[in-house]
């Protein structure tokens, strides 16, 4: 038996499951094409980061900071939790700002969006010096990551995170997109042979996306195997996917 990764690339109306040998960039090129227009929301496994991606727009998850940041305060002493703890604040005025954006201004906006961007940037300059490894290490993946984490203010429609295609609620359905497909290869379920893990993307593809379309996901199915004619296809209308690998 070989192994294999479970990819779950996932919008608000269409989610598309992969079971792949490779954990590469190659998987998200093959799925989302290398003309992507949308907007790449992950984590920041080193895949994304790939050349061939360079020139995409994204968005790096907050909820993965936040859970960083959040051991850190607990595990830091004296100092060395003050920069954990400063960084938390920042990203969360950066979600209370995105849910504040309707009711200010454009300039009342963009003020307090420089000034987050400021602080954040003198935050994490490469300039100063951490007496702690792990606060450094943190700061340098931020420098890293530094243009692709405020594109949810910038964009519309963009989410800060990508629990959508992990494990909290979302409006669609009632978990993430990856924990359902998690639990049923756990289970046993069609990935013990190249076919089986074919079949069970597939069919796991097809009924997620039914249910977020508003479909009976069990009658949509029965419809494909028993209708005479040919069905409507599933809607493909286009909004910035989150993707997560496993």
Same mark, same amino acid.
């Given at each position: 038996?070989?192994?294999?990764?479970?990819?779950? /690339?996932t919008?608000?109306?269409?989610?598309?499951?992969?079971?792949? =040998?490779?954990?590469?960039?190659? $998987?998200?090129v093959?799925?989302?094409? +290398?003309?992507?227009?949308?907007?790449?929301?992950?984590?920041? /496994?080193?895949?994304?980061?790939?050349?061939?991606?360079?020139?995409?727009?994204?968005? *790096?998850? /907050?909820?993965?900071?936040?859970?960083?940041?959040? @051991?850190?305060?607990?595990?830091? @002493?004296?100092?060395? $939790?003050?920069?954990?703890?400063?960084?938390?604040?920042?990203?969360?005025?950066a979600?209370?700002?995105?849910? =504040? @954006?309707?009711?200010?201004? +454009?300039?009342?906006?963009q %003020?307090? /969006? &420089?000034?987050?961007? =400021?602080?954040?940037?003198?935050?994490?300059?490469?300039?100063? &010096?951490f007496?702690?490894?792990?606060?450094?290490?943190?700061?340098?993946?931020?420098? *890293? !990551?530094?243009?692709?984490?405020?594109?949810?203010?910038?964009? +519309?429609?963009?989410?800060?995170?990508?629990?959508?295609?992990?494990?909290?609620?979302?409006?669609?359905?009632?978990? %993430?997109?990856?924990?359902?497909?998690?639990?049923?290869? *756990?289970?046993?379920?069609?990935?013990?042979?190249?076919? %089986?893990?074919?079949?069970?993307?597939?069919l796991?593809?097809?009924?997620?996306?039914?249910?977020?379309?508003? &479909?009976?996901?069990?009658?949509?199915?029965?419809?494909?195997?028993?209708?005479?004619?040919?069905?409507?296809?599933?809607?493909? !209308?286009?909004?910035?996917?989150?993707?997560?690998?496993?």
């Open positions: 038996m070989l192994s294999a990764w479970l990819w779950v /690339f919008s608000r109306t269409i989610t598309v499951y992969t079971i792949e =040998e490779s954990r590469s960039h190659e $998987v998200v093959e799925i989302l094409g +290398e003309e992507f227009s949308g907007v790449l929301t992950s984590d920041c /496994f080193t895949a994304y980061d790939h050349r061939t991606l360079a020139k995409w727009l994204k968005q *790096k998850c /907050f909820a993965h900071f936040l859970h960083e940041l959040s @051991k850190l305060s607990q595990e830091k @002493k004296r100092g060395a $939790v003050r920069f954990p703890r400063e960084l938390v604040a920042i990203l969360r005025e979600l209370e700002l995105e849910e =504040e @954006k309707p009711r200010l201004s +454009e300039a009342e906006f %003020g307090c /969006f &420089q000034g987050l961007e =400021e602080r954040l940037d003198a935050l994490i300059a490469a300039r100063r &010096q007496s702690d490894p792990d606060n450094a290490r943190l700061a340098k993946r931020l420098r *890293k !990551q530094r243009e692709h984490l405020f594109t949810f203010l910038e964009m +519309e429609g963009v989410e800060a995170t990508n629990n959508r295609a992990e494990r909290l609620p979302v409006p669609a359905w009632q978990t %993430g997109a990856l924990r359902p497909a998690v639990i049923v290869r *756990k289970t046993g379920g069609c990935n013990r042979t190249p076919t %089986g893990a074919q079949t069970h993307s597939i796991a593809s097809l009924l997620v996306t039914a249910k977020q379309q508003g &479909q009976d996901p069990l009658d949509y199915l029965a419809k494909v195997l028993t209708a005479r004619e040919e069905l409507p296809p599933l809607h493909l !209308q286009r909004s910035p996917p989150a993707v997560e690998p496993a």
